[in-house]
């Protein structure tokens, strides 16, 4: 019985990383195929006139694309890892926590905020290049974290890790906003996230908004992906 056991436990392990290695590959394969749309203008899609998307190396400025690039290149240091039948290490949890908090923080955001006042809805936010960036891969991030990736390796206070990427997205969204000020406001072509567009003291309140939200979407994934010890 015991062997048995230990047996279907040894399976179990096995295909859990089989859909990880599967999940990690297709992030990966996205991210790339999504950039090189958004790098080259490539239109995908027709309806809605798409928002916050841009070409050349201007679309670095999104967190979108800064969080989905992050998640892409940590999913292919999981596809080595694994393809190696080598262990993934405390220090990968934490960069695929962080990684996968940064896209949740977007899949968030573009649904309950930018999406709804957005003129053309959530529709203009699923054109082309971030119908990928917005929706398909940070849903395959959360979807590999809690369900395939389960681990017993990071503690309540690696959550910490997962506030990272939007602390110093916000320091850069902050300084590009605090030298673009004009009267007191700032165009929309510099405030791109309409954070502050009902005055710049509006960015006292969002800023520690936003990286509370991101602290409890990396608390919920770790309560998620958790694994007890045996």
Request: no cysteine.
């Amino acid at each position: 019985m015991f062997l048995r056991e230990k047996s279907d436990k040894i399976k179990l392990v096995r295909k859990m990383k089989k859909k990880s290695l599967i999940l990690n590959i297709l992030i990966t394969l996205l991210t790339i195929f999504a950039s090189i749309i958004m790098f080259t203008g490539i239109k995908i899609t027709h309806g809605a006139e798409p928002l916050l998307e841009t070409s050349k190396i201007g679309m670095f400025k999104f967190f979108t694309v800064d969080s989905n690039i992050f998640m892409g290149l940590i999913s292919l240091l999981f596809i080595i890892k694994e393809i190696k039948n080598e262990e993934i290490t405390k220090n990968m949890y934490r960069l695929k926590l962080m990684s996968t908090t940064a896209v949740s923080l977007t899949f968030i955001i573009v649904f309950t905020y930018l999406g709804p006042i957005a003129a053309g809805g959530i529709k203009s936010m699923l054109q082309n290049s971030n119908l990928f960036f917005h929706l398909i891969i940070p849903v395959l991030s959360i979807i590999n974290l809690t369900l395939f990736e389960k681990t017993d390796k990071l503690k309540r206070k690696d959550t910490l890790y997962g506030i990272i990427p939007t602390v110093i997205y916000a320091l850069f969204y902050l300084t590009n906003i605090l030298i673009h000020v004009e009267n007191g406001k700032v165009s929309p072509i510099y405030d791109w996230y309409w954070f502050v567009q009902g005055g710049i003291k509006t960015a006292i309140i969002v800023a520690p908004m936003i990286i509370l939200i991101t602290y409890i979407i990396s608390l919920i994934l770790w309560k998620i992906n958790r694994k007890e010890k045996a």
